[in-house]
């Protein structure tokens, strides 16, 4: 029996697991191990994928990757299974021994080397499993405002701080990984830092509440002979749940020096501080490498003597080369240059620990780790039962991934979001600032009259310079207020549920549920949802999420879409931006479509992701986010958005002899203009007026309405007027079509060119994306005409 035909509620024990490459030996990392436990909690809505629990923690995968795991010894759990599931471990109460004095000024510590001079220049790794408050470290470490959130993969690149009254130490956030076998392209980034940069030390933080599988990824860490601390994170909700972890015990057990720190809550960061700059300066390597016994212990042990000389000559640890060669991994095969004669020698003493141990050398290496894991936690350990954010969790998901009401809560949450975003506080707070931001532009009017300025000057100061940026910065309170609830739904852990939920519904156009929260944070803005992909292991569905992300409308367009509406449609505002969202996600599916049947055939990528527990989100963390979306905003407006205003209102107000025109269209920006201007023609917008401003757009979307502004010669309250004199409501609708769709912004497009791989690849979408938008518009413009709407 396999996997896939578990029933929901049923327990079994997992015999084998299939398959081979890279899917197999991350299922194995992630604890689908022989002998393992498993049990199904629940199926997706739409019948794939399904939701497993094991080892304390949740897994979702696909039936059809659930098949290459054979079970056997299937059983409803009893009550004393369903209770141990949740115990886990139940380690006595032991006698108190000293602290091994790891990191600190002893003389048991861990293998040292000749210590660091003074003030040398120090490195640290802050490395471990993805959704573990790794980068909520990294900002109570460094004082830096890194963005956080409840979803595996939050980090997709490394980032650099400086640690907090240590100038000469930088701590490096890498992003989260599960083991040093890359599966998906930003684990890559986390094993090359390691392996070639060589760190003077490692801060590996660890999920206290699930710590059998995150030591896995510790186990590894500890082969690279590197200096190490270990920071046993949300040791708080340890503790509010009644349970504990013998700290000097496991301090013990793995040769390194452990601190319980809470990141959230800024406990225990200084002793880890500490820790970390003693190791590191000490140069205290770890005490323990060896983990091994029996058959793999000869195995690891033998290649390791083997390759002892080229794993010193490619700047490799020796036992970290040996246990990578026994796992078959390429990179390390090829790093290590072997002959022919050694690689047959390596093959007969691997082929004999399989044999010795009846299984693949894969498995056998997982088992050992895993087997040594169980064993330290067993004795250092102790859970009293499930945790009450488990059980809060189990709760809420009865109803958000319920089979026929989990896609209609999540529609009616977006609707919500979208209409409290344009509607009801967003639109408010907006109009507020647009009536202040009136009121100063004309207290600066009159006093640049009675003063007397002169007029070209004047002419600049409110013509350009207040038009073109004051017309961006109402739409502040829009944009801050969309963020804020993206970055709820995020904290609270609710986007991965949304993920699993929308997968089979995303496999019809050849994407996999984890592209959704790339897409969705698409939404917010291009350019982190575009550099999102990262997380996805296959380069397939890489490139592809990154061709239909821009079809989300990000929150750059809303300025547009806010001064249109309310320009022509202010009966029924929240309803024609709601459509405009969802029409833009239509057209992305459709080319979606288009793409699987054509440049990117194929399946996508399996759905292995962990499910995190529901977790109120952190006010400082959305305050965070909010103030960072905020001055970013702030920034272009005051950057780009001002030296766009300045030049189009220079090209606007000169001819080519530099004299002042009475009329703005014997400009030279009516010349320039009047080059584009027949492209659009069709499309029902032909001033030159309107074609500059969609050019603009393409510095930051924003500058569209700013470039109206001044091209138009109005102030906020009277630009809706001044539009209605260049657009009718029905090619005004067919404009917000066409701005909708046509190339994002400057700066997506150099994450377009750095995600994949080229200025041709970059130039390739922002095409795509012009000629889908106008053919679109040309479409919707063409059954206007039928119907008579124009």
Same mark, same amino acid.
């Given at each position: 029996?396999?996997?896939?035909?578990?029933?929901?509620?049923?327990?079994?024990?997992?015999?084998?697991?299939?398959?081979?490459?890279?899917?197999?030996?991350?299922?194995?990392?992630?604890?689908?191990?022989?002998?393992?436990?498993?049990?199904?909690?629940?199926?997706?809505?739409?019948? +794939?994928?399904?939701?497993?629990?094991?080892?304390?923690?949740?897994?979702?995968? !696909?039936?059809?990757?659930?098949?290459?795991?054979?079970?056997?010894?299937?059983?409803?759990?009893?009550?004393?299974?369903?209770?141990?599931?949740?115990?886990?471990?139940?380690?006595?109460?032991?006698?108190?021994?000293?602290?091994?004095?790891?990191?600190?000024?002893?003389?048991?510590?861990?293998?040292?080397?000749?210590?660091?001079?003074?003030?040398?220049?120090?490195?640290?790794?802050?490395?471990?499993n993805q959704n573990c408050g790794k980068t909520t470290l990294f900002n109570q470490l460094t004082g830096a405002n890194q963005h956080v959130g409840n979803f595996p993969g939050v980090t997709?690149?490394?980032?650099?701080?400086?640690?907090?009254?240590?100038?000469?130490?930088?701590?490096?956030?890498?992003?989260?990984?599960?083991?040093?076998?890359?599966?998906?392209?930003?684990?890559?980034?986390?094993?090359?830092?390691?392996?070639?940069?060589?760190?003077?030390?490692?801060?590996?933080?660890?999920?206290?509440?699930?710590?059998?599988?995150?030591?896995?990824?510790?186990?590894?860490?500890?082969?690279?002979?590197?200096?190490?601390?270990?920071?046993?994170?949300?040791?708080?909700?340890?503790?509010?749940?009644?349970?504990?972890?013998?700290?000097?015990?496991?301090?013990?057990?793995?040769?390194?020096?452990?601190?319980?720190?809470?990141?959230?809550?800024?406990?225990?960061?200084?002793?880890?501080?500490?820790?970390?700059?003693?190791?590191?300066?000490?140069?205290?390597?770890?005490?323990?490498? +060896?983990?091994?016994?029996?058959?793999?212990?000869?195995?690891?042990?033998?290649?390791?003597?083997?390759?002892?000389?080229?794993?010193?000559?490619?700047?490799?640890?020796?036992?970290?080369?040996?246990?990578?060669?026994?796992?078959?991994?390429?990179?390390?095969?090829?790093?290590?240059?072997?002959?022919?004669?050694?690689?047959?020698?390596?093959?007969?003493?691997?082929?004999?620990?399989?044999?010795?141990?009846?299984?693949? !050398?894969?498995?056998?290496?997982?088992?050992?780790?895993? +087997?040594?894991?169980?064993?330290?936690?067993? !004795?250092?350990?102790?859970?009293?039962?499930?945790?009450?954010?488990?059980?809060?969790?189990?709760?809420?998901?009865?109803?958000?991934?319920?089979?026929?009401?989990?896609?209609?809560?999540?529609?009616?949450?977006?609707?919500?979001?979208?209409?409290?975003?344009?509607?009801?506080?967003?639109?408010?707070?907006?109009?507020?600032?647009?009536?202040?931001?009136?009121?100063?532009?004309?207290?600066?009017?009159?006093?640049?009259?009675?003063? *007397?300025?002169?007029?070209?000057?004047?002419?600049?100061?409110?013509?350009?310079?207040?038009?073109?940026?004051?017309?961006?910065?109402? %739409?502040?309170?829009?944009?801050?207020?969309?963020?804020?609830?993206?970055?709820?739904?995020?904290?609270?852990?609710?986007?991965?549920?949304?993920?699993?939920?929308?997968?089979?519904?995303?496999?019809?156009?050849?994407?996999?549920?984890?592209?959704?929260?790339?897409?969705?944070?698409?939404?917010?803005?291009?350019?982190?949802?575009?550099?999102?992909?990262?997380?996805?292991?296959?380069?397939?569905?890489?490139?592809?999420?990154?061709?239909?992300?821009?079809?989300?409308?990000?929150?750059?367009k809303l300025p547009i879409y806010a001064m249109f509406t309310a320009a022509f449609f202010a009966r029924y505002q929240a309803l024609v931006m709601i459509g405009l969202y969802l029409f833009?996600?239509?057209?992305?599916?459709?080319?979606?479509?288009?793409?699987?049947?054509?440049? %990117?055939?194929?399946?996508?990528?399996?759905?292995?992701?962990?499910?995190?527990?529901?977790?109120?989100?952190?006010?400082?963390?959305?305050?965070?986010?909010?103030?960072?979306?905020?001055?970013?905003?702030?920034?272009?407006?005051?950057?780009?958005?001002?030296?766009?205003?300045?030049?189009?209102?220079?090209?606007?107000?000169?001819?080519?002899?530099?004299?002042?025109?009475?009329?703005?269209?014997?400009?030279?920006?009516?010349?320039?203009?009047?080059?584009?201007?027949?492209?659009?023609?069709?499309? *029902?917008?032909?001033?030159?007026?309107?074609?500059?401003?969609?050019?603009?757009?393409?510095?930051?979307?924003?500058?569209?309405?700013?470039?109206?502004?001044?091209?138009?010669?109005?102030?906020?309250?009277?630009?809706?007027?001044?539009?209605?004199?260049?657009?009718?409501?029905?090619?005004?609708?067919?404009?917000?079509?066409?701005?909708?769709?046509?190339?994002?912004?400057?700066?997506?497009?150099?994450?377009?060119?750095?995600?994949?791989?080229?200025?041709?690849?970059?130039?390739?979408?922002?095409?795509?994306?012009c000629l889908i938008a106008w053919l679109v518009a040309f479409a919707v413009r063409c059954i206007g005409l039928v119907f008579g709407l124009v």
């Amino acid at each position: 029996m396999t996997l896939d035909q578990l029933p929901v509620g049923k327990t079994a024990m997992i015999r084998s697991v299939g398959g081979a490459g890279a899917l197999r030996r991350h299922f194995l990392d992630m604890g689908l191990t022989p002998r393992t436990r498993v049990t199904l909690r629940k199926v997706a809505p739409m019948g +794939d994928p399904v939701e497993v629990e094991l080892r304390g923690y949740e897994l979702t995968l !696909r039936l059809a990757d659930a098949k290459s795991i054979e079970i056997d010894g299937v059983h409803a759990p009893t009550a004393e299974e369903q209770e141990s599931e949740h115990r886990r471990f139940e380690a006595q109460d032991l006698p108190p021994i000293p602290h091994p004095g790891h990191g600190e000024d002893r003389p048991e510590g861990g293998r040292k080397s000749p210590a660091l001079a003074p003030g040398s220049p120090l490195v640290f790794a802050l490395a471990g499993n993805q959704n573990c408050g790794k980068t909520t470290l990294f900002n109570q470490l460094t004082g830096a405002n890194q963005h956080v959130g409840n979803f595996p993969g939050v980090t997709v690149d490394r980032k650099d701080g400086q640690i907090r009254k240590h100038p000469e130490a930088t701590v490096v956030d890498l992003p989260g990984i599960y083991s040093l076998s890359p599966y998906s392209s930003e684990e890559i980034v986390t094993r090359d830092f390691l392996v070639n940069e060589k760190p003077q030390g490692i801060i590996n933080i660890v999920d206290a509440t699930n710590i059998e599988r995150n030591l896995y990824l510790t186990m590894q860490l500890i082969e690279l002979g590197i200096p190490m601390v270990l920071a046993l994170n949300m040791m708080d909700e340890m503790r509010a749940n009644g349970n504990t972890i013998h700290v000097n015990h496991l301090e013990a057990a793995l040769g390194i020096p452990v601190v319980p720190i809470s990141a959230s809550r800024n406990e225990g960061i200084n002793e880890l501080i500490e820790h970390a700059m003693r190791v590191a300066v000490n140069v205290e390597r770890p005490r323990r490498l +060896d983990f091994c016994s029996g058959p793999m212990h000869r195995c690891i042990h033998a290649i390791a003597h083997m390759v002892e000389d080229h794993a010193a000559q490619a700047g490799v640890p020796m036992r970290f080369a040996a246990t990578k060669l026994v796992e078959g991994d390429p990179l390390m095969l090829d790093r290590l240059a072997l002959n022919e004669n050694e690689r047959e020698l390596m093959e007969h003493a691997i082929t004999e620990m399989e044999f010795d141990l009846g299984t693949d !050398r894969e498995a056998a290496l997982a088992d050992m780790r895993y +087997d040594f894991i169980g064993r330290v936690c067993s !004795r250092t350990v102790v859970k009293k039962g499930e945790s009450r954010e488990h059980a809060r969790s189990v709760r809420i998901d009865n109803l958000l991934t319920h089979k026929y009401l989990a896609i209609p809560i999540f529609l009616g949450i977006m609707g919500l979001v979208f209409w409290l975003t344009f509607g009801l506080i967003g639109q408010g707070l907006s109009d507020l600032l647009s009536l202040g931001l009136d009121r100063l532009t004309a207290l600066c009017d009159a006093a640049l009259t009675a003063y *007397g300025i002169n007029p070209v000057v004047h002419s600049l100061v409110i013509d350009g310079i207040f038009a073109g940026v004051g017309s961006v910065l109402s %739409f502040l309170p829009i944009i801050v207020t969309l963020f804020f609830f993206l970055s709820i739904l995020e904290d609270s852990g609710y986007m991965a549920r949304v993920a699993f939920v929308m997968d089979k519904l995303l496999r019809k156009i050849g994407l996999s549920g984890r592209s959704f929260v790339p897409m969705l944070i698409g939404f917010g803005c291009s350019v982190p949802a575009i550099m999102a992909t990262r997380t996805l292991s296959s380069e397939r569905d890489r490139k592809m999420t990154i061709l239909l992300t821009p079809f989300m409308s990000c929150s750059a367009k809303l300025p547009i879409y806010a001064m249109f509406t309310a320009a022509f449609f202010a009966r029924y505002q929240a309803l024609v931006m709601i459509g405009l969202y969802l029409f833009g996600m239509a057209v992305g599916v459709l080319f979606g479509l288009a793409l699987k049947g054509t440049a %990117f055939k194929g399946e996508p990528v399996p759905f292995v992701m962990e499910l995190p527990n529901y977790r109120l989100p952190s006010p400082k963390s959305v305050g965070r986010l909010m103030w960072d979306k905020a001055k970013d905003f702030l920034t272009r407006a005051f950057t780009v958005i001002f030296v766009a205003t300045i030049l189009i209102w220079f090209l606007q107000t000169f001819d080519s002899r530099l004299n002042v025109v009475a009329d703005s269209s014997q400009s030279l920006l009516a010349a320039l203009g009047g080059l584009l201007s027949p492209l659009f023609a069709p499309l *029902g917008f032909g001033d030159w007026r309107v074609s500059t401003a969609l050019i603009t757009g393409f510095t930051a979307k924003e500058a569209v309405v700013s470039t109206l502004a001044v091209l138009t010669g109005s102030s906020l309250s009277t630009l809706p007027q001044a539009l209605a004199g260049l657009f009718s409501p029905f090619t005004a609708f067919v404009f917000l079509i066409f701005t909708l769709l046509y190339t994002p912004c400057v700066a997506a497009i150099a994450a377009v060119k750095r995600e994949m791989g080229g200025a041709k690849a970059a130039a390739g979408v922002a095409l795509t994306q012009c000629l889908i938008a106008w053919l679109v518009a040309f479409a919707v413009r063409c059954i206007g005409l039928v119907f008579g709407l124009v």
